[in-house]
């Protein structure tokens, strides 16, 4: 089975705050994405990688930025937390299939609170 | 751009009834995939049920199928023989040949009554 591991399931910080969220995944997965989760928007994909080093804009990424050093670790980088950073954060991978991505297979996700 | 539309924010059903998600979508596209992904409470999120746009026969997993209708642009979920683990959050998806995006509905709170 797919494994994707987020590094914190709940987080705490404050206002101004650099936050590193951390994914890793062991099923070899080319893809990786970060999303954000908040109630009545469904996900909205802030970042995502297609190969090592390499990353592209999703659909909201101001005020956060990525890293993929190496292909199982995908991280989310908040450089300055905001309290409209507040809110649940998943990390997901997939492969591909016919299409440049087929199925997710998602992370536990992150609860960020920012005070 | 494409879109995703899931118009029952919340659904309830009785344990051992059948229940249906509605789920309809805005492309251009001819060939995309159509995803069912669940989100129970605290727990994460996984693949329900797939649909390839080209097949035009409706997908199944065991108590879960879709309602496939393409010209129409409406896929929907139908759970049967609900169970109380069925309670969850549901998202509908989309993801086509243009990128590497999927795009989400707003997603359905289902619960499921003993």
């Known amino acids: 089975d797919v494994k994707v591991t987020q590094s914190s399931r709940y987080l705490v910080k404050r206002t101004g705050e650099k936050v590193f969220l951390e994914c890793v995944q062991d099923?070899?997965?080319?893809?990786m994405f970060w999303y954000r989760q908040d109630p009545g928007l469904g996900l909205r994909l802030i970042y995502f990688?297609?190969?090592?080093?390499?990353?592209e804009k999703g659909d909201i990424p101001e005020g956060y930025s990525v890293s993929r050093e190496k292909k199982e670790r995908f991280s989310l980088i908040l450089e300055s937390a905001s309290t409209n950073q507040t809110s649940m954060y998943l990390c997901?991978?997939?492969?591909?299939?016919?299409?440049?991505?087929?199925?997710?297979?998602f992370g536990p996700g992150t609860r960020l609170t920012v005070l | 751009a494409q879109t995703v539309t899931q118009s029952q924010p919340e659904m309830s059903v009785q344990e051992a009834e059948t229940v249906t998600l509605s789920c309809t979508y805005d492309?251009?596209?001819?060939?995309?995939?159509l995803f069912w992904y669940k989100q129970p409470p605290s727990r994460q999120m996984i693949l329900v049920i797939r649909q390839e746009a080209y097949k035009q026969q409706n997908a199944t997993e065991n108590r879960f199928s879709v309602n496939f209708q393409k010209a129409a642009k409406s896929f929907s979920l139908k759970i049967s023989d609900s169970q109380l683990g069925d309670a969850a959050m549901y998202f509908c998806a989309y993801s086509d040949t243009g990128g590497f995006k999927t795009i989400f509905g707003a997603g359905t709170r289902l619960f499921v009554k003993a």
């Open positions: 099923m070899d997965h080319e893809n």
């Open positions: 990688s297609y190969d090592v080093k390499m990353k």
């Open positions: 492309t251009s596209e001819s060939d995309y995939y």
């Open positions: 997901a991978s997939s492969s591909p299939g016919r299409f440049r991505t087929d199925t997710q297979y």
